[in-house]
């Protein structure tokens, strides 16, 4: 059993606070209780707390492929600048297009802040629209919610606007575009914000966020088309699909925590982690009370959630850490094509081939090979999946990343694979090992087919999705 299921001192403290207050709290109703669970500070006695620092307050998160926003204190308040901009973007090597971003990025930098703090967020809008930004999660005055026509007026292309707010709870949270959401999302305009508690019994070693989100990008296209509303075939961890997306570097036994969010436009991502079990600790609405916690090893994050894991990385290795719906691990191409499976692809190519030159019959004995064979795809495009691994080809893309735990971390681990100790890796099995086991294989009936491996013809080139 993880001992994320143990009341820490924060957890004892916030019961006893709840404990205390629950008389009050039934005349309140349950959101109030939810927020009150969600708080390590007293926020009724409009006590003023000095700007949370890191080290000295909390352990700053890793945002890979990211960044954190900086700040600066000026007379007691933490001041952001955020900048919505069009910004040149790298999905995975060979595919980039024109998104819209803050301050030269999607998704934008990882604002962080504590519990108590008292933040001001400029906004400057460089963008051809309107826009406005929304503090996903964030109590917080009506008036500073960002959503354009209702709480405020929309941020004029050129304007900078100021929201400002005083932290009352903390957790994982995002912050997104409100204004022509469909638009401005599906071309990037979004990010994490991030409360650390004012209190905390226990930090972890290794604090990471994972921003999920959706994407159509034709391939040869050069902007993420808006206007989908099913197919989408980019699908990122912090705007990087695999094998863009940077690794996990932890070190053996460190108590890593993972944050989750998710702001795809339509889908739903079920994260799943190999090699440990990891319990669920947060979500966006608060703490979890530690005895309504339970370790698995797929979490559900749907649009606009975020989901908090916490374990102990107790397990040496080289560990897949993705969305598990099988078309989220796939880049462009290859997800409306024709089911070929079990078509005899030569007798095919005879016959097409005359009228066709550049035709190729694919998938007959499944995808995993399209991206190692290495056809050529259309300018700025990506393979439908894949990189070279320790084994062979690594036949997955998109929402996929690795978590690399180390004994001990070296410079250069990042681009280093896991090297099993003996007696860890699986193999062929040895003949002396069947018969010992008493193991029989059959042989087959009919020998399996040959791969159809042949190369492309030179004149390949793969069909764009309809
Ligand atoms: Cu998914």
Redesign the pocket.
């Known amino acids: 059993m993880s001992d994320f299921n143990h009341p820490s001192a924060v957890d004892r403290r916030t019961l006893l606070k709840s404990g205390a207050a629950a008389v009050g709290l039934a005349a309140l109703g349950p959101r109030a209780a939810s927020a009150l669970a969600a708080s390590t500070v007293d926020h009724q006695a409009g006590v003023v707390f000095a700007p949370g620092l890191p080290g000295r307050d909390y352990t700053p998160v890793i945002t890979p492929n990211g960044a954190a926003l900086p700040f600066r204190v000026v007379q007691g308040v933490k001041v952001f600048h955020l900048v919505a901009e069009p910004l040149q973007h790298e999905f995975a090597p060979g595919l980039t297009a024109e998104c819209w971003g803050f301050n030269g990025r999607t998704p934008g930098p990882t604002i962080e802040a504590v519990e108590g703090d008292r933040v001001r967020i400029y906004v400057t809008n460089r963008l051809p629209a309107a826009t406005s930004v929304h503090w996903h999660g964030i109590l917080l005055p009506s008036g500073m919610d960002g959503v354009s026509g209702l709480s405020q007026a929309p941020i004029p292309a050129g304007a900078t606007f100021k929201y400002e707010f005083t932290l009352r709870q903390h957790g994982t949270f995002m912050y997104h575009s409100h204004r022509d959401e469909m638009t401005q999302q599906a071309l990037g305009m979004m990010g994490m914000f991030i409360v650390h508690p004012r209190i905390s019994a226990r930090r972890p070693d290794r604090d990471f966020v994972l921003l ?1 989100s ?1 994407w159509k990008v034709l391939p040869g296209a050069r902007r993420p088309d808006p206007n989908e509303m099913l197919e989408f075939n980019v ?1 990122t961890f912090n705007g990087k699909a695999f094998p863009g997306t940077a690794p996990l570097m932890v070190k053996q036994n460190d108590h890593v925590r993972i944050r989750l969010g998710n702001l ?1 436009a339509m ?5 799943h982690i190999h090699g440990h079990a990891w319990t669920l600790t947060e979500t966006d609405g608060g703490v979890i009370p530690p005895l309504a916690r339970w370790p698995e090893v797929t979490q559900l994050v749907p649009v606009g959630c975020t989901r908090t894991m916490e374990f102990i990385a107790d397990n040496p290795g080289d560990w897949a850490l993705h ?3 099988s078309h ?1 691990t796939m880049t462009q191409m290859g997800h409306s094509g024709i089911n070929m499976l079990g078509v005899d692809a030569a007798a095919v190519d005879r016959a097409v081939q005359p009228i066709l030159p550049s035709y190729m019959t694919m998938g007959t004995d499944g995808m995993g090979d399209m991206g190692e064979m290495g056809m050529p795809v259309p300018p700025n495009s990506t393979p439908m999946f894949g990189t070279t691994g320790p084994y062979g080809y690594i036949d997955m893309g998109g ?1 996929f990343t690795v978590l690399k735990v180390r004994p001990m971390l070296r410079a250069g681990d990042e681009a280093r694979w896991w090297e099993p100790p003996a007696g860890t890796l699986a193999q062929a099995a040895r003949p002396e090992e069947l018969a010992r086991d008493g193991i029989i294989v059959e042989p087959s009936a009919s020998p399996p087919a040959a791969p159809h491996h042949h190369p492309p013809p030179p004149t390949f080139q793969p069909d764009r999705p309809k």
């Open positions: 999920s959706e699908l795809s889908s739903h991502h079920s994260i969305c598990h719906m989220h929402m």
